[in-house]
């Protein structure tokens, strides 16, 4: 006998659910999700998304050659070429809609209505340190009791859907990252998702560029917080300047994470092995290191303890933490390379900044300072004020790279360390390896644009 779940993934249940039309076999289960063709296997359900480079309607009879049996179409791909592939493929599956993206949003919130509707949904953003707090809190949750969440950081407005509608029902916890880049996103992500519980990381300048300013970004992240209830409510960084901003009309309850939160007793730093955290619960090690790491697991302690996890399921979750890719990953060897590189923002670069002063270290310090992209037109200014904080800083050799950072190395003139500059990765990746020596520490941070994580097998199959 087929489940509640197993009959909403049907082509004909799963029209219903999106407003469209079906054509072929209602009772077809539809198989895994699949946005890229390239990916297609047998039984796969492919959905047709039009991109800025690519119409995923392109890549159709590509996806049921390759073994998919249906696929999300758009009305005018089906009236100018879906019944002929109907004709060509009579046991495969069609749902055909308006927008195709548009219905997969309406499918996912379809799904979590129908099987997610008991669960304590919790939303994560903030312009840094989502994907961290995610992977923390919902760690400490798995302790708890059955809790979903997002791989990786597919939080936008294909990914958040994708994620939703592969989690198990029923489930007690749901910790779904969500992440904007353009001004609305959020109305969509919330509107798919409805998290009761929402936490914002901190306001800063990630993105900035396409949502106009520090105050844009605000005005986006704040609608995270529409659907809050009386189990879950707002978290929020207390020394965040848009606090009371983001906290405004909230009736919700109000947690608020930091340093001076209630039962946080303080931290030690244990450098490359991260820290100890002292709560009225205890002393739980948690080993990510830097300061903005430490402000990662408060974020989460707070969330979970709210959501009822016990300080056994913290310790748990905070004691199992590993670097992310791109994110505090150390590399021992001759040259110990410290890969902080998954993306930058100016307040992040700073933290890192902060994070690689503080590492104990007898040899020498070096910095790969990528650009920093989606500034808009804040990235001169960002980079020369990046560039005159480095200069202030005790290092051995400073490397940037990126046509955006040209302000950022003319303002680091002044400093005194080995200084670069360029735009080509292989000029950057020679003028590195001719400068370290066995025993340097090199620090590589910057934008996703920039691909620094490069670098890391040059520097860990160094030798004189």
Same mark, same amino acid.
């Given at each position: 006998?087929? &489940?509640?779940?197993?009959?909403?993934?049907?082509?004909?249940?799963?029209?219903?659910?999106?407003?469209?039309?079906?054509?072929?076999?209602?009772?077809?289960?539809?198989?895994?999700?699949?946005?890229?063709?390239?990916?297609? @296997?047998?039984?796969?359900?492919?959905?047709?998304?039009?991109?800025?480079?690519?119409?995923?309607?392109?890549?159709? %009879?590509?996806?049921?050659?390759?073994?998919?049996?249906?696929?999300?179409?758009?009305?005018?791909?089906?009236?100018?070429?879906?019944?002929?592939?109907?004709?060509?493929?009579?046991?495969?599956?069609?749902?055909?809609?308006?927008?195709?993206?548009?219905?997969?949003?309406?499918?996912?919130?379809?799904?979590?209505?129908?099987?997610?509707?008991?669960?304590?949904?919790?939303?994560?953003?903030?312009?840094? *340190?989502?994907?961290?707090?995610?992977?923390?809190?919902?760690?400490?949750?798995?302790?708890?009791?059955?809790?979903?969440?997002?791989?990786?950081?597919?939080?936008?407005?294909?990914?958040?859907?994708?994620?939703?509608?592969?989690?198990?029902?029923?489930?007690?916890?749901?910790?779904?990252?969500?992440?904007?880049?353009?001004?609305?996103?959020?109305?969509?992500?919330?509107?798919?998702?409805?998290?009761?519980?929402?936490?914002?990381?901190?306001?800063?300048?990630?993105?900035?560029?396409?949502?106009?300013?520090?105050? *844009?970004?605000?005005? %986006?992240?704040?609608?995270?917080?529409?659907?809050?209830?009386? !189990?879950?409510?707002?978290?929020?960084?207390?020394?965040?300047?848009?606090?009371?901003?983001?906290?405004?009309?909230?009736?919700?309850?109000?947690?608020?994470?930091?340093?001076?939160?209630?039962?946080?007793?303080?931290?030690?730093?244990?450098?490359?092995?991260?820290?100890?955290?002292?709560?009225?619960? @205890?002393?739980?090690?948690?080993?990510?290191?830097?300061?903005?790491?430490?402000?990662?697991?408060?974020?989460?302690?707070?969330?979970? !303890?709210?959501? @009822?996890?016990?300080?056994?399921?913290?310790?748990?979750?905070?004691?199992?933490?590993?670097?992310?890719?791109? !994110?505090?990953?150390?590399?021992?060897?001759?040259?110990?390379?410290?890969?902080?590189?998954?993306?930058?923002?100016?307040? =992040?670069?700073?933290?890192?900044? %902060?994070?690689?002063?503080?590492?104990?270290?007898?040899?020498?310090?070096?910095?790969?300072?990528?650009?920093?992209?989606?500034?808009?037109?804040?990235?001169? %200014?960002?980079?020369?004020?990046?560039?005159?904080?480095?200069?202030?800083?005790?290092?051995? *050799?400073?490397?940037?790279? @990126?046509?955006? &950072? !040209?302000?950022?190395?003319?303002?680091?003139? =002044?400093?005194?360390?080995?200084?670069?500059?360029?735009?080509?990765?292989?000029?950057?990746?020679?003028?590195?390896?001719?400068?370290?020596?066995?025993?340097?520490?090199?620090?590589?941070?910057?934008?996703?644009?920039?691909?620094?994580?490069?670098?890391?097998?040059?520097?860990?199959?160094?030798?004189?």
């Amino acid at each position: 006998m087929s &489940s509640p779940r197993d009959v909403f993934f049907t082509l004909a249940r799963s029209a219903q659910a999106v407003d469209g039309r079906f054509f072929g076999e209602g009772t077809l289960r539809l198989g895994p999700r699949i946005i890229d063709s390239r990916r297609c @296997g047998e039984g796969d359900f492919f959905i047709a998304l039009a991109g800025e480079k690519s119409d995923g309607h392109d890549y159709v %009879e590509e996806a049921f050659k390759k073994g998919a049996s249906a696929v999300l179409v758009s009305e005018d791909f089906w009236s100018t070429r879906g019944e002929r592939l109907l004709s060509s493929y009579p046991h495969n599956g069609f749902i055909v809609v308006p927008e195709t993206l548009k219905a997969l949003q309406k499918w996912a919130a379809s799904y979590r209505e129908a099987f997610l509707s008991e669960t304590l949904r919790i939303g994560i953003t903030g312009s840094s *340190g989502k994907t961290t707090v995610k992977e923390i809190l919902g760690s400490i949750l798995t302790h708890q009791g059955p809790t979903g969440m997002n791989p990786g950081n597919l939080n936008s407005d294909i990914g958040l859907p994708l994620i939703l509608l592969d989690l198990p029902p029923h489930l007690e916890y749901a910790v779904l990252e969500m992440g904007v880049n353009r001004p609305g996103e959020m109305d969509e992500l919330v509107e798919v998702f409805q998290p009761q519980m929402a936490l914002v990381t901190h306001i800063g300048t990630a993105h900035i560029g396409p949502l106009g300013s520090r105050q *844009g970004i605000a005005d %986006e992240k704040r609608k995270i917080f529409r659907h809050l209830t009386p !189990r879950g409510g707002a978290v929020v960084w207390a020394g965040d300047g848009h606090k009371d901003y983001l906290l405004e009309g909230i009736s919700a309850p109000v947690l608020l994470f930091g340093e001076d939160q209630k039962g946080f007793k303080g931290a030690t730093d244990l450098g490359f092995e991260g820290w100890v955290l002292h709560f009225e619960g @205890g002393d739980f090690p948690f080993p990510l290191m830097g300061r903005h790491n430490m402000h990662n697991a408060l974020a989460a302690v707070t969330a979970a !303890r709210h959501a @009822g996890a016990s300080w056994a399921a913290v310790a748990a979750g905070l004691a199992e933490q590993k670097p992310l890719f791109g !994110r505090g990953e150390v590399f021992p060897g001759p040259v110990t390379v410290v890969a902080d590189c998954y993306n930058a923002n100016p307040e =992040s670069f700073l933290r890192g900044l %902060e994070t690689l002063n503080k590492l104990p270290w007898k040899g020498r310090k070096l910095l790969v300072a990528g650009a920093m992209g989606e500034l808009g037109g804040s990235s001169e %200014e960002a980079h020369r004020s990046l560039g005159s904080q480095i200069a202030g800083e005790a290092l051995d *050799g400073v490397f940037f790279f @990126g046509v955006s &950072s !040209r302000p950022a190395w003319e303002a680091a003139s =002044s400093g005194r360390f080995h200084l670069f500059f360029t735009e080509d990765y292989r000029s950057l990746e020679a003028e590195v390896l001719k400068y370290v020596r066995p025993g340097d520490l090199i620090y590589l941070k910057g934008s996703r644009v920039t691909a620094l994580e490069r670098l890391i097998e040059p520097l860990r199959s160094f030798h004189v």
